[in-house]
């Protein structure tokens, strides 16, 4: 391969990739716009790079005429449309005029490969995603904003990385960033649906852009709206395999950084990044790493095997509607709070993490020393990696703690048992609970719930004072909680006015016994402080809350179902009874009225119809793929023209799959994947309806 077929040249106009797929039938691909050979031949060395165990095909390109390009697939077995990797090729192509060929790979974390194995495993679009806000007040220029933070987004490699779609998961980091940054006028929506919208609509680790950045209001100048309309807000929403709350906000600063210097980031590629900690996790010695997880008393592998263990006291239901609740102590309360751990030699995270250990001991009517287990989130920024403080990535992960709760023992023998576990545990934040699972090997119930205790970068008070000069004011983003893949997440942090913030994420499911639980650990935060001395034993802490809840111990509940695929929603009817079906994969990040504009403006006669957004891969991808197609088939009849599966660039890949399975009922197809340069929607049904019709 030579290097001059990714010379970079200008490219101005959209490009369209058309597969068509007839059953026993070659895959032809047709491409429109304006694509050099080089690049074509460029794109296909890269999938079979990327594909290596695919079975090696024949391409047969040529260019009929001026913006046209056809490629032929054969192989000497004989075609079969299943081997040739379509939708990963039309993905490629669509986006890569302006620069896609030269994203290079890297290889993950233990870390990242769990907490993407852990969002596939639990289908749903706001798994292991996390959000955050803040308020913004004073001056606010729109343009700037959004020029601001693609310059971060140019800058910074981790919001240009996805997971790839191969069996052992890689990175895959773009040359190019794909940006999501939506502005919506103030009276456009409400805040709260807006986020829970957000949150339902998810993050896709394999697609580029792990961070969306979603900003409400701020586009008025006047003061006097402002005073009126109240500060512009933002919402950033992110998915944990690549990204953690710590990195969140080094990721704001930087955005700030460039938004004062007129919305270009000084400086260059950030180092380190996550190239170097992955080298650095590489080169690590894991033998006291296993022996502390092993040997250690608070260890997940140490509990005594004649001990009493709680079980687990919930079941994750998976496709139940999400909860959410929240708490907050005073201000006094906090200090107080804080005051009182740090005399046991402990933080308010270590008080938290006593406080639950009691709970889940009472939840689980256990009587005597017990053993209770829960998972705790490690920022992953104490270890030994030059520059950790300031490199963003998916550092933060959960590790496994099992507790022992003895009704004799005191609250400062709780607490001192805890703190030395924790201190122990720090040396060793770059180990992952697969890791230690692996090492201890131990038959124990699993940690169903998840405390995260949030830690934040140190302020930059300069950078602070340069904005207030501005007239500019904001504070740190604040959390609003993550569905994790425990049926049960509780995360702890401070707000603005330096209270702390109780958030429980949750299956709707079981929300009278978890705002019970939410509801006690805030009674017992704030009562311990009050009364809790050297003598106060751990069944005198429970006997406060005897006279609380009455109910039976919460049991497990079983799983639902998994919901069914929605059925697709009709844009515009058919004009007549034999038109043709042009069905249309929503786009994450794009709303109905995006569609219902793009219906409007295009010239027919299809049926046209809207499906949900697929994954672009992992374990459920083809199962979703399925669903969708059951869920079409009825609207594709014969008799009619050939059926069309249109996608903008990004699901590719998800509209082969679903033409695929057409093809193989019979069908001839065609699946169209549009390059979204311009994203008017008026000029997207042109294209559409182009690229629909056959070409000569």
């Given at each position: 391969?030579?290097?001059n ?10 490009i ?7 059953p ?22 890269s ?63 233990l ?16 798994r ?18 959004t ?9 910074e ?9 191969q ?42 852009a ?34 953690d709350?710590?990195s ?18 000084p ?14 996790l ?45 708490l907050?102590?005073t ?32 939840a ?20 030994l ?55 201890t ?60 913030v ?14 019970e ?5 805030a ?111 009825p ?37 169209v ?21 056959p070409?000569?």
């Open positions: 391969m030579t290097t077929r990714f010379a970079r040249l200008p490219q101005r106009e959209p369209t990739v058309v597969v068509d797929l007839g026993g039938a070659a895959p032809v691909l047709k491409l429109c716009g304006p694509l050099p050979t080089t690049r074509i031949e460029a794109a296909l060395d999938i079979t790079a990327r594909h290596p165990g695919a079975r090696a095909w024949k391409t047969d390109l040529r260019r009929p005429g001026p913006g046209r390009h056809t490629v032929r697939f054969s192989t000497a077995e004989g075609p079969d449309p299943a081997d040739f990797p379509l939708g990963a090729l039309a993905d490629l192509l669509t986006r890569a005029g302006r620069g896609a060929f030269t994203a290079r790979h890297q290889n993950t974390t870390l990242q490969r769990e907490l993407l194995a852990a969002a596939d495993a639990h289908p749903g679009p706001g292991q995603v996390e959000q955050a806000s803040f308020d913004w007040h004073g001056p606010l220029d729109v343009p700037r904003f020029t601001a933070w693609h310059s971060v987004f140019a800058r490699s981790v919001l240009r990385t996805a997971f790839d779609d069996s052992e998961p890689g990175l895959v980091i773009h040359d190019r960033p794909d940006p999501q940054v939506v502005h919506l006028p103030h009276d456009s929506a409400e805040w709260h649906t807006l986020v829970a919208s957000d949150r339902r609509r998810g993050i896709d680790p394999r697609r580029p792990p961070l969306r950045v979603t900003l409400l209001g701020g586009e008025s100048a006047d003061l006097a709206d402002t005073a009126r309309t109240g500060p512009a807000r933002v919402l950033l929403t992110y998915h944990q395999a690549l990204l709350s710590w969140v906000r080094l990721l704001v600063r930087e955005f700030y950084r460039a938004y004062l210097a007129g919305g270009e980031l400086g260059g590629q950030r180092r380190p990044d996550m190239s170097d900690y992955s080298a650095w590489a080169a690590q010695d894991t033998t006291a790493a296993q022996d502390f997880f092993t040997h250690t008393a608070a260890g997940t592998g140490a509990d005594d095997a004649d001990a009493v263990r709680v079980p687990p006291l919930f079941t994750d239901s998976a496709h139940r509607t999400e909860g959410r609740s929240r907050r102590l201000q006094e309360e906090t200090a107080r709070l804080a005051e009182w751990a740090a005399a046991w030699g402990g933080g308010e995270s270590t008080a938290l993490q006593a406080v639950w250990s009691l709970l889940l001991y009472r689980g009517r256990a009587e005597g020393p017990c053993h209770v287990r829960f998972a705790t989130t490690t920022a992953g920024r104490g270890i990696f030059e520059g950790v403080a300031r490199t963003p990535g998916a550092l933060a992960g959960p590790l496994p703690q099992s507790v022992l709760v003895d009704p004799d023992a005191t609250v400062p023998q709780l607490m001192a048992h805890l703190r030395d576990h924790c201190l122990g545990q720090a040396a060793y934040e770059w180990v992952t609970a697969g890791q230690i699972h692996a090492w090997r131990r038959p124990a119930p699993p940690a169903d719930t998840l405390l995260t205790f949030e830690t934040l970068p140190h302020a930059l008070s300069e950078l602070d004072a340069e904005l207030a000069a501005h007239g500019i004011e904001v504070e740190p983003p604040q959390t609003l909680g993550a569905h994790t893949a425990y049926p049960l997440t509780l995360t702890a942090h401070h707000d603005r006015d330096a209270c702390l109780l958030t429980a994420s949750y299956d709707q499911a079981r929300f009278g016994e978890i705002t639980l939410l509801a006690h650990a009674l017992l935060l704030r009562e311990l402080p009050r009364g809790a001395g050297p003598g106060t034993t751990l069944g005198d802490v429970l006997a406060l809350l005897t006279h609380l809840g009455t109910g039976p111990a919460p049991g497990p509940i079983p799983a639902t179902e998994q919901e069914s695929t929605p059925l697709p929603a009709v844009l515009r009817p058919p004009a007549h009874p034999r038109a043709a079906t042009l069905a249309l994969l929503q786009a994450p990040g794009r709303t109905r009225a995006f569609y219902d504009r793009i219906a409007h403006a295009y010239p027919g006669p299809e049926n046209l119809l809207l499906l949900t957004p697929l994954p672009a891969g992992g374990a459920h991808a083809e199962t979703a793929a399925r669903a969708a197609y059951d869920a079409l088939a609207h594709l009849r014969p008799g009619t023209g050939g059926p069309v599966l249109a996608a903008f660039s990004g699901d590719g890949v998800a509209a082969c799959t679903l033409a695929r399975l057409a093809a193989a009922d019979g069908h001839q197809i065609r699946a994947v549009l390059d979204t340069t311009a994203a008017d929607p008026d000029d997207l049904a042109h294209r559409l309806a182009a690229a629909a019709r070409h000569p």
